[in-house]
């Protein structure tokens, strides 16, 4: 039930906010808090961390909050919020979730269908609405909400309107967090898992990949704030070669992603935190077994839709299970070459992508159109 119900007005720098059109923004907050005798919490010893583990209330501090996105996609929203409740952990983890605005009148039926759901959530700790009084978008709003939450709590797990996580999906979070939070070659924890890029012979429960996935989350404070959301060093960036490789780690999509994000084609906070990963020579640890399963690829959201450039095999959310943290992990060069598989689709190579950043879209085209020329040519003299 509610237990209270406040409107405050906050200032651009109390806020964090970015961008001035939002400074005065109004956010209504609608709190109320479900409290057990007792939590479950993960394990905090050296190297495992096993589902159930009983522990006293006052260890629950050490849960991390977990901070939802949503906007207009209800059934989505009912979803993720459904599965996270089914978590053991769900009754002892502060929800706080983020509501944005409609961007135009005809979406002001859904989003207002929305808030009316997420005001009756039950199942956690404590849960916080906060709704936006203008359309900020999508990216704006993560690195502000993220910003307000991690600052306050020193750690936080992230999940969109689309993300349905398995039942031991908080365990592993937690566990994954108090695990690595020492360890500065982690930046991220995955909740997702690229099907197929472990050979038969890796044994272990969780393994290294130079990409940052932002399909359900986490991360720690001191991680987050060397994020420079205005990727200051772009201009040198792009001429040197050696860094472009680099970067190019992970995936051969994330060059022209970043191309076009700073040249304000596309709008994206998760190539930047990719970018500030890498530039620190950091990693995101992900699971063996996925914990999440992104049901946004319906043409209902946003940013994704049906088609898309890339074709995303699943995992199956996995059953509960016991996870096994090891110390000392490090990227394998055969695991992450398996996935950079997924994102080599529709020609958009390293070499468009590198072309594009030094030399201008329009001339990279030009170029990769004379490479498929001439492989076409070689291909009919082959065959002839």
């Excluded at 690195?143 to 939450?149: E, Y």
């Excluded at 992450?336 to 879209?361: C, D, K, P, W």
Aim: hydrophobic letters at 40%.
């Amino acid at each position: 039930m509610l237990s209270n119900t406040q409107v405050r007005r906050y200032s651009g720098s109390e806020m964090g906010q970015i961008g001035n059109e939002n400074s005065s923004a109004i956010w209504a907050y609608k709190t109320w808090t479900h409290r057990t005798p007792a939590c479950q919490c993960p394990h905090h010893g050296r190297q495992l961390c096993f589902l159930g583990k009983q522990e006293s209330p006052e260890e629950s501090v050490n849960i991390a909050p977990v901070v939802l996105f949503v906007y207009n996609r209800l059934d989505h929203t009912r979803q993720t919020v459904e599965a996270l409740a089914r978590n053991a952990l769900a009754s002892s983890t502060d929800l706080f979730i983020y509501s944005d605005a409609e961007k135009d009148s005809s979406q002001a039926d859904a989003v207002a269908g929305v808030r009316e759901y997420i005001h009756s959530i039950q199942g956690f700790h404590q849960v916080v609405v906060r709704e936006r009084a203008a359309n900020w978008g999508l990216a704006n709003s993560i690195i502000d909400g993220v910003s307000a939450v991690i600052a306050d709590r020193g750690r936080a797990i992230v999940l969109e309107d689309d993300i349905v996580c398995s039942m031991d999906f908080l365990d592993y979070m937690n566990g994954a967090l108090n695990y690595y939070a020492l360890d500065k070659h982690v930046f991220s924890i995955s909740g997702y898992a690229y099907p197929g890029v472990l050979p038969a012979t890796y044994r272990g429960d969780v393994y290294m990949l130079y990409r940052f996935n932002c399909w359900g989350w986490a991360t720690w404070f001191d991680r987050w704030q060397d994020v420079d959301w205005a990727v200051s060093d772009y201009s040198s960036f792009r001429i040197n070669l050696r860094a472009m490789r680099r970067f190019a780690r992970g995936g051969d999509d994330v060059l022209l992603m970043l191309h076009q994000e700073r040249s304000g084609c596309l709008e994206s906070w998760a190539i930047r935190c990719y970018y500030a990963q890498a530039r620190h020579g950091q990693w995101t640890l992900y699971p063996r077994y996925s914990k999440v399963e992104n049901i946004g690829f319906d043409d209902s959201g946003v940013h994704t839709g049906a088609g898309g450039v890339f074709t995303f095999r699943q995992q199956a959310i996995s059953s509960p299970r016991p996870t096994v943290f090891l110390s000392g992990l490090a990227v394998d060069s055969q695991v992450n070459a398996a996935m950079t598989q997924v994102y080599r689709a529709h020609g958009r190579t390293r070499l468009f992508a590198a072309a594009s950043l030094i030399l201008g879209e329009r001339v990279a085209r030009w170029m990769l159109g004379r490479v498929h020329a001439i492989r076409r040519h070689q291909r009919l003299r082959g065959g002839n």
